[in-house]
């Protein structure tokens, strides 16, 4: 050690309190001794378009695992190395905060679950967990079937007008009709309708994603945030949400204290199984603000997420016809012409396999974002306290060094009879729920939502890229969107015959349906 080193031992031998060391020394904490994180140059530019992961992707090749990007007096560190990923999400998670990701968020989610952080973090996520038991869940799979089938009413009317329909609002409003029916028992209906709180909850949204993609918080700027004719619209519209959340709750509330229910571990009143009901239920002591942000935090994480997965998982489709094919020769032998149940979930193990792997394409969000709360070392680098961290999703999901053929929509590379890939069996190179202490409360339920949708949709209909529709581009707001949509023609399935089982050894039906 150098003689810096030295002098801080000594005076921490006699006694010197370390915040004193810390101030004094702060200076030498990046010494010579260690190398610095590599840093991006040049590239500034690049990274100010739309969807400003893919530029990171290409600096990610040149940069490595770990690099530094400036803008200004702002740095940010991209990871997109497993290892690291695992240390900041798993290994070290407690050393990490949310940072702007709780910032921006801050009008909507308040203190809910994604944004807060430390002790009130862990009680929230201990209150809120056990509300997604296994029977909850269970009794979800005919809520995301009612919902898919009124959204397969849509596409069957379209169908017979001959109409072209843009997929990605659809998929948006339905897993919004869900959602809320699942967090707070409350029918958007926002298929049918899309006036008063449905239209409410899309400003709010789109505020969120517009301020995530800001260069500057111009929702802070005096005057500006009274005055401004948006964030006005964006006051009025959160007024409506939390007033229909205060309705909802205390509506709740009087049916949790009629009913004779006993709580218990997988407590869940039939008539009402949402997740309001049992936290109300399991006399979770809270305050209502913080109830209405939990709230509106699942609605949020439950919404965007699984239409921008759903949406990716139909465009892939579109484009690999062979994949089409083969997962509705699974849907057709599993499910027949009937609606999913939970036993089916386990059955349609290629329908998942095409869902993990738009997960990996398509990550939803395609970055995760952290801030030190202490020094630390990442990837042989030290890092001080207060360091933005992007750990690129995208970037994991992509690496050509670990992902043969990375770019290829191939649901075949994870075997019918292993695992279903998570983070832990793939050593966070796949990271579709994230991981650690901070990991999807929700993955179960949007997994077995988008098996549900993907499913009944491909039973019924084929979908192929309208003619004429315009190009899939990627832009970023929370999720990964399309610019101008996901255009598609739907046809309805002419189902072959049913045949008798004992003939159909020597019969064969080819695609017109006909027996031959
Ligand atoms: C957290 C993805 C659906 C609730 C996360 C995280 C990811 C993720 C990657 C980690 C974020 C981070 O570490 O910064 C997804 C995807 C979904 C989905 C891809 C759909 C396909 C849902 C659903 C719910 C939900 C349906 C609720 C019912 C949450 C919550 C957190 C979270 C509350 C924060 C957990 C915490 O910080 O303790 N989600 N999610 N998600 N998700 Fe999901």
């Given at each position: 050690p150098g003689f810096p080193a030295l002098l801080k031992n000594s005076l921490?031998?006699?006694?010197?309190?370390?915040?004193?060391?810390?101030?004094?020394f702060k200076w030498m904490e990046v010494s010579e001794d260690y190398?610095?994180?590599?840093?991006?140059?040049?590239?500034?530019?690049?990274?100010?378009?739309?969807?400003?992961?893919?530029?990171?992707y290409e600096l990610y090749l040149t940069y490595g695992g770990i690099f530094r990007l400036t803008f200004g007096p702002k740095s940010f560190l991209i990871v997109s190395d497993p290892s690291i990923a695992k240390h900041v999400l798993r290994d070290?998670?407690?050393?990490?905060?949310?940072?702007?990701?709780?910032?921006?968020?801050?009008?909507?989610?308040?203190?809910?679950?994604?944004?807060?952080?430390?002790?009130?973090?862990?009680?929230?996520?201990?209150?809120?967990?056990?509300?997604?038991?296994?029977?909850?869940?269970?009794?979800?799979?005919?809520?995301?079937?009612?919902?898919?089938?009124?959204?397969?009413?849509?596409?069957?009317?379209a169908a017979s007008d001959g109409e072209d329909v843009e997929m990605e609002s659809l998929f948006s409003h339905l897993t919004l009709d869900i959602i809320g029916k699942a967090v707070f028992n409350y029918d958007f209906d926002s298929l049918t309708?899309?006036?008063?709180?449905?239209?409410?909850?899309?400003?709010?949204?789109?505020?969120?994603?517009?301020?995530?993609?800001?260069?500057?918080?111009?929702?802070?700027?005096?005057?500006?945030?009274?005055?401004?004719?948006?964030?006005?619209?964006?006051?009025?519209?959160?007024?409506?949400?939390?007033?229909?959340?205060?309705?909802?709750?205390?509506?709740?509330?009087?049916?949790?204290?009629?009913?004779?229910?006993?709580?218990?571990?997988e407590y869940m009143n039939e008539k009402d199984p949402s997740i309001l009901h049992f936290l109300l239920a399991s006399g979770d002591d809270v305050s209502s603000k913080q109830l209405r942000d939990d709230l509106m935090t699942l609605l949020i994480a439950g919404h965007e997420t699984s239409a921008a997965v759903?949406?990716?998982?139909?465009?892939?489709?579109?484009?690999?016809?062979?994949?089409?094919?083969?997962?509705?020769?699974?849907?057709?032998?599993?499910?027949?012409?009937?609606?999913?149940t939970i036993e089916d979930m386990k059955k349609l193990k290629y329908?998942?396999?095409?869902?993990?792997?738009?997960l990996r394409l398509y990550p939803q969000p395609p970055v995760l974002i952290r801030r030190s709360l202490e020094n630390d070392v990442l990837g042989g680098y030290p890092i001080k306290r207060g360091e933005d961290i992007f750990i690129s999703v995208w970037n994991l999901h992509r690496c050509p060094k670990h992902w043969?053929?990375?770019?290829?929509?191939?649901?075949?590379?994870?075997?019918?009879?292993?695992?279903?890939?998570?983070?832990?069996?793939?050593?966070f190179s796949y990271l579709p729920f994230g991981g650690g202490p901070r990991k999807c409360v929700g993955d179960m339920f949007a997994s077995f939502e988008n098996v549900v949708a993907v499913a009944m949709l491909v039973q019924r209909f084929n979908f192929q890229m309208a003619l004429g529709a315009p190009p899939v581009n990627m832009t970023t707001g929370a999720t990964i969107h399309t610019t101008q949509g996901l255009k598609m023609t739907v046809t309805r399935r002419t189902k072959p015959p049913i045949v008798p089982i004992l003939e159909t050894t020597m019969l064969k039906v080819d695609e017109t349906g006909c027996v031959s």
């Open positions: 921490a031998k006699v006694g010197t309190p370390s915040e004193i060391l810390d101030f004094l190398p610095k994180v590599p840093e991006a140059k040049g590239s500034i530019r690049a990274v100010q378009s739309e969807a400003f992961f893919i530029p990171l070290n998670s407690k050393a990490y905060s949310k940072g702007i990701l709780a910032e921006i968020l801050e009008f909507v989610m308040g203190k809910g679950l994604i944004p807060a952080d430390g002790e009130l973090w862990r009680v929230r996520r201990r209150a809120i967990v056990p509300a997604l038991h296994q029977k909850y869940v269970a009794a979800m799979i005919s809520l995301f079937g009612q919902a898919t089938d009124r959204l397969c009413k849509k596409l069957d009317a309708n899309n006036a008063g709180i449905v239209e409410a909850v899309y400003t709010v949204l789109r505020e969120a994603e517009n301020r995530s993609v800001a260069p500057i918080p111009f929702w802070e700027i005096p005057i500006w945030k009274d005055i401004s004719p948006q964030q006005r619209k964006v006051n009025e519209a959160l007024k409506l949400i939390n007033s229909t959340l205060d309705d909802l709750i205390a509506i709740c509330k009087r049916m949790v204290e009629e009913e004779e229910l006993q709580f218990h571990e759903l949406t990716w998982a139909f465009y892939l489709l579109s484009k690999e016809p062979s994949v089409m094919s083969k997962l509705q020769n699974e849907v057709d032998s599993v499910l027949g012409d009937r609606f999913p329908t998942t396999r095409v869902i993990n792997e738009a043969e053929d990375a770019d290829k929509f191939n649901p075949e590379r994870w075997p019918l009879d292993g695992p279903n890939p998570n983070e832990t069996n793939q050593n």
